[in-house]
């Protein structure tokens, strides 16, 4: 939550009388809760995501916060890496991933039948027609974070992820969020594998990006010093 603080005296009270006590004119940030429905957002290789012609190398670059982010190979042209989540009809959904290409040429952020159709030689994103205000961002380092809003139709359990990479080709992943919420928010890792994450996030901090890595560690090797 938000914290206030007060410097001003007060004088003058009587004793074990009651007194009420009125601040105006007092700003705060808006907070708001960001759940992010993605099981082990960051980590591709483990059973929490449904895979089929690809390989996942975890651990295998540097993701935009410092920590590791896994390598996915597709060795066939029918590949994909996704998970299940209950959708309801007319709920829109939120769906953003961070990627950063390697030698893939295009790859789909998978949402049931529809998706995003990301270019990474051009860097640019189309959406097909359930998804709306598509957008490629890039953040740092080569990454970026593809994003747009889903709004099913149905209500089923649909399919969220990615596919269609290039085949003989690779990119890296990482931090995939799916909210059922018209806008995509600030990024929330879940390290779980049967929990939804949830937490708290400052509204007034959704458009601001640290775009230096290791930003609290100045000994790394990230620094030319």
Same mark, same amino acid.
């Given at each position: 939550?938000s914290?206030?603080?007060?410097d001003?005296?007060?004088?003058?009270?009587?004793?074990?009388?009651? %007194?009420?006590?009125?601040?105006r004119n007092?700003?705060?940030?808006?907070?708001?809760?960001?759940?992010?429905?993605?099981?082990?957002s960051?980590?591709?290789?483990?059973?929490?995501?449904?895979k089929?012609?690809i390989?996942?190398?975890?651990?295998?670059?540097?993701?935009?916060?410092?920590?590791?982010?896994?390598?996915?190979?597709? %060795?066939? +042209?029918?590949?994909?890496?996704?998970?299940?989540?209950?959708t309801?009809?007319?709920?829109?959904? /939120?769906? +953003?991933?961070?990627?950063?290409?390697?030698? /893939?040429?295009?790859?789909?952020?998978?949402?049931?039948?529809?998706?995003?159709?990301?270019?990474?030689?051009?860097?640019?994103?189309?959406? +097909?027609?359930?998804?709306?205000?598509?957008?490629?961002?890039?953040?740092?380092?080569? #990454?970026?974070?593809?994003?747009?809003?889903?709004?099913?139709?149905?209500?089923?359990? %649909?399919?969220?992820?990615?596919?269609?990479?290039t +085949?003989?080709?690779?990119?890296?992943? #990482?931090?995939?969020?799916?909210?059922?919420?018209?806008?995509?928010?600030l990024?929330?890792?879940?390290?779980?594998?049967?929990?939804?994450?949830?937490?708290?996030?400052?509204?007034?901090?959704?458009?601001?990006?640290?775009?230096m890595? %290791?930003s609290?560690?100045?000994?790394?090797?990230? #620094?030319?010093?």
């Open positions: 939550g914290t206030a603080s007060f001003q005296d007060i004088s003058e009270l009587e004793e074990n009388k009651k %007194y009420r006590l009125t601040v007092i700003t705060y940030p808006t907070e708001e809760l960001v759940i992010n429905r993605i099981k082990k960051e980590d591709f290789n483990t059973g929490s995501w449904t089929s012609g390989a996942v190398t975890s651990n295998d670059t540097t993701a935009i916060d410092g920590t590791n982010a896994d390598k996915i190979f597709a %060795y066939s +042209s029918i590949n994909y890496c996704r998970q299940n989540i209950q309801n009809t007319g709920e829109p959904m /939120a769906v +953003s991933v961070y990627v950063k290409r390697d030698s /893939a040429n295009s790859f789909n952020v998978k949402v049931f039948k529809d998706s995003i159709t990301v270019d990474l030689v051009n860097y640019t994103a189309t959406g +097909s027609a359930k998804m709306s205000n598509v957008q490629i961002k890039e953040i740092n380092d080569g #990454w970026y974070r593809v994003s747009g809003i889903y709004t099913p139709t149905a209500t089923s359990v %649909y399919s969220y992820g990615i596919e269609s990479i +085949s003989g080709t690779g990119l890296w992943l #990482w931090g995939f969020q799916v909210q059922r919420n018209p806008e995509v928010s990024y929330l890792r879940n390290d779980s594998s049967t929990q939804d994450s949830h937490s708290h996030v400052n509204t007034d901090l959704r458009t601001v990006e640290n775009l890595i %290791y609290d560690d100045l000994s790394n090797s990230a #620094w030319n010093k």
